[in-house]
């Protein structure tokens, strides 16, 4: 784990991951260490919602700091990566991933993420630049006409093998996400070759748009 003193740090937590995590917070005694990048990819034993059922179970005070580890301290946190946090649920999402100044997150291969939690995200972290969403086979069409509008600062967006997924994602996404620069829609069977060239028509900014296997075809577009 490194973190720089008086500036914005890193935290990637190794072999002890628990134990590293818990250090990276800190304590609802101190101030955390001031990180601005957080990686808890492949920590699959990872259960956000542990801690905060915990403080359910007690009556709750406005002024209380969260006691033990919680996310919910790194309050100068730009950039997280949970890909594979394999039961991490919607719930879970909602309660944590509540950072307006975030700018980076990876979603990837969490097989419990649904629409639900996608909009929950979208509320809680609404300043986002990338976003990883692949492999969520339970995304659709409908969360993302609740979630698109919440991220017009959106400049790179990965939805590869999101399965549910049709063009009606790419009309949400070309209406609300004005900034975007890259678009990965690759092993997206539902989405067609006339959606990605319509969303390049309406987004002519976007430089490069992935689309292996999008309608039949092994394609990038690169501008």
């Known amino acids: 784990m490194h973190s720089a003193g008086g500036a ?44 905060l059922d915990h403080q359910a179970s007690v009556p709750k005070d406005p002024s209380a700091q969260p006691q033990g580890p919680s996310l919910l301290m790194l309050r100068a946190l730009q950039e997280l990566d949970l890909t594979a946090c394999s039961k991490l649920t919607d719930a879970s999402l909602a309660k944590v991933l509540q950072f307006p100044e975030l700018r980076r997150l990876s979603l990837s291969l969490l097989p419990a993420l649904t629409d639900k939690g996608l909009v929950a995200v979208a509320r809680g972290c609404p300043s986002l630049e990338r976003l990883v969403l692949s492999h969520c086979s339970l995304l659709s069409d409908e969360g993302w006409v609740q979630a698109a509008r919440s991220w017009p ?27 975007l620069r890259m678009l990965d829609v690759a092993m997206c069977p ?34």
């Open 8 to 51: 914005a740090g890193t935290a990637q937590p190794g072999p002890g991951r628990g134990q590293g995590l818990a250090q990276a917070l800190g304590s609802g005694h101190r101030a955390p260490a001031p990180l601005a990048s957080l990686s808890l990819a492949y920590c699959s034993s990872l259960k956000l919602h542990q801690e």
């Open 153 to 179: 600062r959106l400049q790179h967006l990965n939805l590869a093998s999101c399965g549910q997924l049709t063009e009606q994602t790419l009309d949400t996404i070309g209406q609300a996400c004005k900034q």
């Open 190 to 223: 539902r989405i067609s070759m006339a959606a990605v060239r319509h969303l390049q028509a309406q987004l002519p900014q976007v430089t490069c748009i992935q689309s292996r296997y999008v309608g039949g075809a092994d394609l990038t577009l690169t501008l």
